[in-house]
Each structure stands twice: as structure tokens, then as C-alpha cells.
């Protein structure tokens, strides 16, 4: 079975700081990987993606996401964190394999909180 | 594109009471999805179509929630009777074969009284 890990369920960082937030997997083939940020009380919109290819993905607000798969990780950073940039971060993997149908696997989320 | 439609956004209810929730997918998209989302447990998957046809319903807590799925532009997600304890925020998100991800809505709020 396929499971997510996000590492810490609240992250402070200060204005201007990095913004490193870290997701492992577990998957027996190679997934599809995301990562979703949503702010109060709103859905869930996605940040960037991993399907193929490079393995350094950039994705919008000036986040990005690197697969290392002899890691089975797909962390998200920011190099300059913004007070918008506080929100939950949801990481979610998908297998690609037709018995998984295209669901999608989530972690349990990390919430940022953005310090001035 | 109109992107995921849900309604209502906000739903007050008494206990008891029969709970409707709709969503109205991206058009063009093939697979359609149901979570809740709660302090306590997270983001859950209850149900997800695809084609229409419901095919992985493990996630739905227990006979009093339904989903249904008449056709490819409208689904809906009924619970009756409600309870204190389905209070959440209920997500439907859709997606095509080929991208992998989700588009979400923008929820149902639903409180039980």
C-alpha cells in the first residue's frame, strides 16, 4: 500500500526565510507527486507537479519541488518566505497503475505560519 | 473555464435533518471525487466515480451517506439523516486521465446542530 508522510504538522518560519517543507512516500512503482496548498477556507489548488522527466519541478508563488527517488521524497521549498505564503501544504502522491484507478494518496498536511 | 462548481457553500442544519451537497465537475473531466475534511482526522476520501460509475466507495462512514452521479456534469452527496458528527467541510474535486491532478471546489461548509 502506498502511504505519505509529510514531517511536522506546523512549520514557523520568518518573513524573508526559507521555506522548506518535506514529504516522503512509500510506493512500490513510480508515482505521480503534487503538492496543494490551500489557504482559509478555500479548496485546495495545486502548487506544482512530478510526472516525468526533470526532476527539479517549479511551480507558482515561487515554490519548487525536487523528486529524489533513491530517497522516496518530493520536498517543497521557497527561498523567501512572504506572510502570503501562510496556508496548509498538502503533499499527495498518485501510482500510475490501472488497479489505483486516479486516486490520489494525501499526506496529513503541514501548516505554515509566516512570522514578520 | 468555470472550474469546480459546489453548492451550497454554507449548509445549517439540525440533527436529523436530510443533507444534500452538489458539485458539477470541469466539463471534459472523467473522474469525479467526494472528501471531507475535519480537525480531527484530515482530508478523507468517501467516494470517487469515474465515468459515472462509482467505483471506490470504502471511504463513505456508513449507510446514511449516499452519492450518486446521474450523469457527467452533476453529482451529488446526500446524508440522512444528519448528525453532530458529520460536521465538516466537504470537497468534491474532478480530474481527466491524463493530468493525475485534482481540481478542487471550493467546499461545503456543513454544520449539524
Known amino acids: 500500500a502506498q502511504s505519505v508522510t509529510q514531517l511536522g504538522s506546523h512549520v514557523s518560519v520568518s518573513e524573508g526565510a526559507l521555506v522548506l517543507l518535506r514529504c516522503n512516500y512509500s510506493s512500490s512503482v513510480p508515482p505521480y507527486l503534487f503538492w496543494y496548498v490551500q489557504y482559509p477556507n478555500q479548496g485546495l489548488q495545486l502548487l506544482l507537479k512530478y510526472t516525468t522527466g526533470a526532476t527539479l519541478v517549479k511551480g507558482i508563488n515561487g515554490f519548487e519541488a525536487e523528486f529524489k527517488k533513491s530517497e522516496t521524497s518530493f520536498h517543497l521549498t521557497k527561498p523567501s518566505a512572504h506572510m502570503s505564503d501562510a496556508a496548509e501544504y498538502f503533499c499527495a502522491v498518485r501510482l500510475m497503475i490501472k488497479a489505483a484507478g486516479n486516486k490520489l494518496t494525501f499526506g496529513g498536511g503541514t501548516r505554515v505560519l509566516v512570522k514578520p | 473555464d468555470a472550474g469546480v462548481i459546489q453548492s451550497p457553500r454554507h449548509e445549517v442544519t439540525e440533527m436529523g435533518q436530510e443533507v444534500t451537497l452538489r458539485c458539477k465537475p470541469i466539463?471534459?473531466?472523467?473522474?469525479l471525487f467526494w472528501y471531507r475534511q475535519t480537525m480531527m482526522r484530515g482530508l478523507e476520501l468517501l467516494i470517487y466515480?469515474?465515468?459515472?460509475?462509482?467505483?471506490?466507495d470504502s471511504g463513505m462512514p456508513e449507510d446514511r451517506f449516499s452519492a450518486k452521479m446521474p450523469n457527467a456534469s452533476f453529482s451529488t452527496l446526500k446524508i440522512q439523516p444528519s448528525e453532530p458528527r458529520d460536521s465538516a467541510v466537504y470537497f468534491c474535486a474532478s480530474t481527466s486521465e491524463r493530468g493525475g491532478e485534482q481540481f478542487f471546489g471550493p467546499g461545503t461548509r456543513l454544520t449539524v446542530l
Open positions: 466539463s471534459g473531466h472523467n473522474s
Open positions: 466515480f469515474n465515468n459515472n460509475v462509482p467505483i471506490d
